[in-house]
């Protein structure tokens, strides 16, 4: 495996031959001195800059090492800083780089048992435990690089490290909402040869994941949209994955609270203990393909009052020696009404279980916008879920609305005593954000998440089979230049 310093050595020499290799093809033809040269292509680029300053407080009901977690609190700092360059002899380069800051250590930012992330103790794991998930680590890292090539009408090639988001990003997107998103190492084409249809495809050999660790393997892309109007879109896409384990697997299964309602038994059946206590799911090949249609759009009715709707259904089984275990399907059907600047729509979405032992999985997914904001299902539970919400938009005056309300259910029953299941309510979440463009660069975020648990067993909170009450508030502001 590629050290990361000869992964960054490499990418940057590959994109730069790119670009030179096509800026050489007239670097000696005649009128050589054009009026758009590289460096007006460089002049004329886009900017790829933000900054972005966040405060996020998380108070969990769940329990590390028998003693109930510590508030969580963490104010980190992301910076973006990057540039395109306008097309010149149908190429144009893209760099941008990452730095997100720490100012303060009372969160578990997932890179705890590394001393450089831990103010240089090697032993801060043991503090890091006591607080919630946020997963915003101190990193600094490229965060883009790529080459772009035009050559071909309607049509764009893309080289090396970039961002990827497709549809809603249920299934393939950067998570820009963490501080360190999801980027992907690899070549991608978007075709628009063909009237109202878009054609993308991709190969990566590599995914740089929030908690900034590199997962190496093969992903292969194929998604095509067709515009039935510009408002509406039938999607037919397919996602191969085949990668080392993704982190939907686990989790830590000796942590209260995630027993019962954790993990894939991706070892097989005898994975799967019948008390719940002491299961321990493999690491077992997770590679899958996933297949599905997607129908999506807003239909005006009048000038005031349009239609909202979405069908959807995907189906994922194993791939290239994946565990015979991943079968499961996900469905999804909603709609609703908007009237000027606001909207209410009603929404289910189901993501199977397979007899309890595999649920439908989106590794590569924008999944914090899923199934409430307080993450409690960032992995599905191997029992599936049923989300049923609700989502109310709007604005009054420059304040943008957004608010969710969801009824989580499982697919298969999650607690067994004996030869008996029973439980299948996860519990409920409300989901409420104001949004506040102070200017034209600066906007300021407030979010509240609020998960409450419903079905509880066990003879008391630390011993409890579910997942526990989590609160979660997120003060943003953010300049893009």
Known sequence: MKTRATFKTNMVMACTALALAGMAQTAFAEDEAAEY?????????????????????????????????????????????????????????????????????????????????????????????????????????????????????????????????????????????????????????????????????????????????????????????????????????????????????????????????????????????????????????????????????????????????TAEYAKQTDYRGGSSLIDAYYFKLGGGAAYGAWSVRFDHEKLSSNDGKYAFQTPLGTNHLFQGWADQFLTTPRQGIEDSFVTVAGAIDKVKLYAEYHVFMSDEKFQTVGTNKFGDKYGTEFDVSATYAFNNNLTGKLEYANFRESDVYGNNLKGAARKGDKEIIWATAMYTF
């Open 37 to 309: 040269t590289f460096l007006d292509s460089i002049k004329e680029g886009k900017q790829m800059t933000n900054f972005r300053l966040r405060y996020e407080n998380v108070n969990q009901e769940a329990y590390a090492n028998g003693k109930r977690l510590d508030t969580g609190e963490a104010f980190t700092l992301r910076s973006l800083i990057g540039w395109q360059t306008a097309p010149y002899k149908n190429f144009s380069i893209g760099a941008q780089i990452t730095d997100v800051h720490e100012f303060n250590d009372s969160f578990n930012d997932r890179r705890y048992n590394t001393p450089e992330h831990n103010n240089g103790t090697a032993n801060a794991s043991l503090d890091k435990a006591r607080y919630p998930n946020i997963v915003d680590p101190g990193f600094t890292d490229i965060n883009q690089l790529y080459v772009d090539w035009t050559g071909i009408k309607n049509t764009k090639l893309r080289v090396g490290r970039q961002q990827v988001n497709l549809d809603n990003v249920r299934f393939i997107g950067d998570i820009g909402f963490r501080q360190n998103m999801q980027v992907f190492d690899g070549v991608s084409v978007m075709n628009k040869s063909i009237s109202d249809v878009e054609l993308f495809a991709a190969h990566f050999d590599n995914v740089r994941q929030i908690t900034t660790k590199d997962r190496r393997g093969n992903i292969e892309i194929v998604n095509a949209k067709y515009r039935i109007s510009p408002s509406e879109s039938v999607i037919g896409y397919g996602y191969l994955v085949d990668m080392e384990n993704l982190a939907q697997n686990g989790g830590n299964p000796t942590q209260a609270g995630t027993v019962a309602q954790g993990g894939n038994g991706l070892g097989g059946s005898a994975d799967i203990p019948a008390s719940g206590t002491n299961y321990k799911p493999s690491l077992t090949d997770a590679s899958s393909k996933t297949f599905g249609l997607r129908l999506d759009g807003v239909r005006p009715i009048n000038p005031d009052w349009k239609v909202l709707y």
